[in-house]
């Protein structure tokens, strides 16, 4: 069974970092891209970053860009999402999510579009002013 578990996630004041993580088990790490939704009160759930992990692409949402860094350690099955300058706006619950990535098609496009198989439990993010 695909399985994706979050942790990291906590309470900071503005301007401070928090970095999540998403161990994966149950399927071929290599065949997927994996990252990060966040969903905040009142808001429409938004993708914000993901990665390939056959070649390490990337894709930001420019809400992040800049200050989140993702990565994947692929001998522990794992995706880091490393969150700098955290501002109030980027509070709310974060999930990891995944699924197979079909190579030649734009990779963010295609985590935000498809309908993902693999959900995590989410972490709550909270930032302060």
């Known amino acids: 069974e695909a399985q994706l578990v979050e942790s990291g996630g906590g309470l900071v004041q503005a301007g401070g970092s928090l970095r999540l993580s998403c161990a994966a088990s149950g399927f071929t790490f290599d065949d997927y891209m994996i990252g990060w939704f966040r969903q905040a009160p009142g808001k429409e759930r938004e993708g914000i970053s993901c990665?390939?992990?056959?070649?390490?692409?990337?894709y930001y949402a420019d809400s992040v860009e800049g200050r989140f860094t993702i990565a994947s350690d692929n001998a522990k099955n794992t995706v880091y999402l490393q969150m700098n300058g955290l501002q109030p706006e980027d509070t709310g619950v974060y999930f990891c999510a995944g699924d197979e990535y079909i190579r030649g098609y734009n990779l963010g496009y295609q985590f935000r579009t498809t309908d993902l198989g693999t959900w995590g439990q989410g972490t709550q993010v909270t930032v302060s002013s």
């Open positions: 990665i390939s992990i056959i070649d390490g692409g990337t």
